[in-house]
Nanobody, 125 residues
């Protein structure tokens, strides 16, 4: 079993930045593809970004490309999501997730085995 705990969410003004963290425990972190997802009120959970086991491959949703950056530190069992130029449309609960295989064609789909509890991000003036 893999436990995931997100942190770093909060209230930010439009144009601001946040960095989300997700710390994993309970299993070998470097065996897992990691993804970030978000769910806004009344909407389905959607994929934002994903990163391969070594971090050498990444994928992004079109809606966040160029503004968000995913990275991982396998020594620290942590995956990050750096978010810049945040807009009100980015308001959502953000979740990290883990699965055992990398496939950049599918890694933005919510087909993950392990999920964190989420951290809320609110973008508002």
């Amino acid at each position: 079993q893999l436990q995931l705990v997100e942190s770093g969410g909060g209230l930010v003004q439009p144009g601001g930045s946040l960095r989300l963290s997700c710390v994993a425990s309970g299993s070998a972190f470097n065996f897992y593809t990691m993804g970030w997802f978000r769910q806004a009120p009344g909407k389905e959970r959607g994929g934002i970004s994903c990163i391969s086991l070594s971090g050498s491959n990444t994928n992004y949703a079109d809606s966040v490309g160029g503004r968000f950056t995913i990275s991982r530190d396998n020594a620290e069992n942590t995956v990050y999501l750096q978010m810049k130029n945040l807009q009100p449309g980015d308001t959502a609960v953000y979740y990290c997730a883990a699965r055992l295989h990398w496939d950049d064609a599918t890694c933005l789909r919510p087909e993950y085995k392990f999920w964190g509890q989420g951290t809320p991000v609110t973008v508002s003036s």
